[in-house]
């Protein structure tokens, strides 16, 4: 479809029953997690090619040679990687394309890109296995060594091309910018692609030493800011088309509510309006456009049974969490005998968390055009679960996989919200199964997007600790309580996560964790578990070094002394801060260092506390350690808006239940970080030649504590709750 094309001169829960069910999805997740080497880039023959189902972007280019699953070369000289990942923001439609560019020894400018189709054979995140998806962080790491390969491959099947036709050795050719050339002989890749892509793809193609790269570990400029700030990027909300109707939901005050009864004859007597269906999760008005839809939402009458719904406050909730802190969990790790040596210490502290339910609330809330035909149905959003999205509308529809198309588009912030089974889009399924042929837009708003939520689970640790009289740390006794994203038979290991595999050096560690029944609908949220209980094991850190009478950054080296990528982040941050100078009257610093995602970050804070005991944020230094840096400019960008993400949640944000029901609605009660609060932030990279892991997460985790961390050596009172609020 035209309005899908991107320009050509362009520069740059009711649904318990499904197959796929969130338990199912993390076990898929956590199944098959090696790398694809060698055939992991998918090489195919130009007969295949052909019947490659296209991407969003491909109208325009659906005739390019292509030399594997990723690459596609154009006759003009424009390379097209096909991106098997969300871009929600993060910045993956430049990592992912400088690998590749890297390996072609293409130019900068001629690369281009655009969105996979729904296809695990070829697109699989092989972190995950069989399945296609985007989260924890894996684009870039997952992607490494198959694009990687596929673009080096490329570049010898053209190599082998212009050395075929100029009849001289292929070592002796030399490739730069997009260009090949031998002596007299030159030749851009779109000069000999379509010949180049009828060779068979080398299986273990020559990889470039690290030494070689020019763009990757480069500053380079991002390939989406270009559409992204004039417009031209296409979002869902900018999907219209002649005849696209659009659908809203009344869902109930509460997750697991029920229609108990419903009359619709004012609604369906609205003008625009077009249908009112029932779908397990709601009722749906679907009109001619946004406000006929949305004015006829408030004229439906119903009534909700709501007996199978969380009754509960968020006051009695924490009681309870507290009450099951108090009793034996399940032991997830034991070394030593932390029950016995703190029996018996002198040096004893022990300290109580409560952390609030959280929001994802990304800036474009969910939405899904759709439509369905009796054969067949297409779908246009921005998908982070291609795999599980298309099971799932399969099945809501009747249809067979095969039968269902997704075409990604971008997506405005996401944090893991998009990645949801059993939600918007089996609703746009359900709504649009009832009206086959029509072109359906889903549209939530904010209070939709936040009153149906799936919420970061609310948590209770309950924490004891022992120090040598010399110093020492002695023990460590862990309780964590939360609900689980996936109950099953197991300890849900994001309750803890962060907590169990801590890297510090302890001799005598307990961690129990223990899972709460509670009926509000829970999903990851960015760092997933890591952005709670970072907070709590690095001011609870902080606390130990206090009683053991040392600096804390001195306390985490004794700690971390067998962790050299852990003591780079440490020591890096430690510098660049000036951790040993002293600040201006009313300031102090707070220091925190975390590993999520297999990045290791290290942050500090410097805080001014005023008389009136309102405190400011002032400067933040990060040092990150995430393997090869691909573009230092994206890990930044991911480095700032995870501190300021961190920042928002740690001074002002909460979920908070009154008989159940949500009390927050938009963002006036559900405040976020505003711009004039945003500290000076520095973002150190460490030089590192190890296998890259993710940043679009790990920024995020250590900022809490570091900011406590600064109000504790500035007050003396630890902070066991969040959010702060705006004094201390």
């Not at 962060?498 to 029944?517: C, F, K, R, W």
């Not at 740690?650 to 500290?679: C, D, W």
Request: with cysteine; proline share 5%; net charge neutral.
């Amino acid at each position: 479809m035209k309005f899908l094309e991107r320009k050509k001169n362009q520069t740059e829960s009711g649904q318990d029953s499904l197959a796929v069910s969130r338990r199912h999805f993390l076990q898929a997740m956590s199944a098959g997690g090696g790398l694809l080497i060698g055939s992991g880039f998918v090489s195919i023959n130009a007969q295949a090619a052909n019947n490659i189902p296209l991407g969003t972007n491909a109208p325009l280019e659906s005739n390019a040679p292509r030399f594997n699953a990723f690459i596609k070369i154009t006759p003009d000289n424009k390379v097209i990687l096909v991106i098997k990942h969300l871009d929600m923001g993060q910045g993956v439609s430049t990592g992912l394309t400088a690998i590749v560019a890297e390996e072609l020894d293409a130019s900068w400018e001629q690369m281009d890109w655009e969105f996979a189709p729904a296809d695990n054979s070829k697109y699989n995140n092989v972190f995950w296995g069989q399945m296609q998806g985007t989260g924890g962080s894996s684009s870039i790491g997952n992607s490494w060594a198959q694009l990687r390969e596929a673009g080096a491959a490329a570049r010898a099947m053209l190599v082998e091309t212009a050395a075929a036709q100029w009849k001289v050795p292929a070592a002796e050719i030399q490739v730069s910018q997009g260009v090949l050339s031998h002596g007299a002989h030159k030749a851009t890749f779109g000069e000999l692609a379509a010949k180049a892509a009828l060779l068979p793809a080398p299986q273990k193609p020559m990889l470039k030493d690290p030494k070689q790269f020019q763009l990757i570990g480069k500053k380079i400029p991002r390939k989406d800011t270009f559409e992204k700030t004039n417009g031209t990027a296409i979002y869902t909300q900018d999907i219209q088309f002649p005849g696209l109707l659009t659908a809203l939901v009344a869902y109930p005050p509460q997750v697991h509510g029920k229609v108990k009864k419903l009359d619709a004859s004012k609604a369906k007597a609205a003008g625009g309006v077009i249908a009112v269906v029932e779908i397990p999760r709601g009722v749906a008005v679907v009109a001619k456009d946004f406000w006929s839809a949305q004015q006829a939402r408030k004229l439906l009458q119903i009534e909700w049974d709501l007996s199978a719904c969380e009754p509960r406050g968020s006051e009695q909730l924490f009681k309870d969490c507290h009450a099951a802190a108090k009793k034996s969990g399940i032991v997830d790790k034991n070394i030593g005998d932390a029950a016995k040596v703190l029996a018996s210490a002198k040096n004893v502290i022990s300290a109580e968390y409560e952390l609030p339910f959280l929001a994802h609330t990304p800036i474009e809330p969910l939405n899904c055009v759709i439509k369905f035909e009796k054969q067949y149905c297409e779908l246009w959003y921005a998908c982070q679960m291609p795999t599980v999205d298309q099971q799932q509308v399969a099945q809501t529809t009747g249809l067979k996989t095969e039968q269902v198309k997704i075409n990604t588009l971008y997506a405005g912030g996401s944090f893991g919200r998009r990645a949801c089974p059993g939600d918007y889009v089996v609703d746009a399924a359900a709504i649009a199964k009832q009206l086959p042929g029509k072109a359906i837009k889903m549209v939530w708003t904010r209070e939709d997007e936040i009153l149906n939520a799936f919420y970061r689970p609310m948590a209770v640790h309950h924490l004891r600790g022992a120090v040598t009289d010399d110093g020492k740390l002695l023990a460590w006794q862990h309780h964590a309580v939360a609900q689980s994203l996936f109950p099953g038979d197991k300890l849900d290991g994001s309750i803890v996560e962060g907590i169990s595999d801590t890297h510090y050096a302890i001799p005598n560690l307990l961690v129990q964790g223990a899972e709460m029944d509670i009926k509000i609908p829970v999903l990851w949220w960015r760092s997933v578990g890591h952005s709670g209980n970072a907070f709590v094991m690095e001011t609870f850190v902080d606390q130990l070094a206090k009683a053991a009478k040392k600096d804390p950054v001195i306390f985490r080296r004794e700690l971390l002394a067998k962790e050299p990528r852990a003591l780079g982040v440490l020591n890096l941050v430690a510098e660049k801060a000036n951790w040993t100078k002293p600040l201006a009257q009313g300031v102090s610093r707070g220091i925190s260092v975390h590993k999520s995602f297999g990045t290791w970050v290290a942050q500090v804070a410097e805080v001014r506390v005023n008389a009136d005991n309102t405190f400011n944020v002032e400067r933040v230094v990060c040092a990150v350690d995430c393997g090869v840096a691909i573009n230092p400019d994206v890990i930044t960008a991911q480095m700032e808006g995870g501190i300021g993400m961190g920042l928002s949640a740690a001074l002002g944000e909460a979920i908070t239940l009154k008989n159940g029901v949500v009390e927050q609605t938009n963002f006036h009660n559900y405040p976020l970080l505003r711009i004039s609060s945003m500290p000076k932030i520095e973002v150190h990279i460490v030089p590192s030649a190890e296998m890259p892991s993710g940043v679009g997460e790990p920024g995020l985790p250590p900022i809490a504590g570091a900011v406590v961390n600064a109000l504790f050596a500035a007050t003396g009172k630890p902070i066991t709750k969040l959010p702060i609020g705006d004094k201390v």
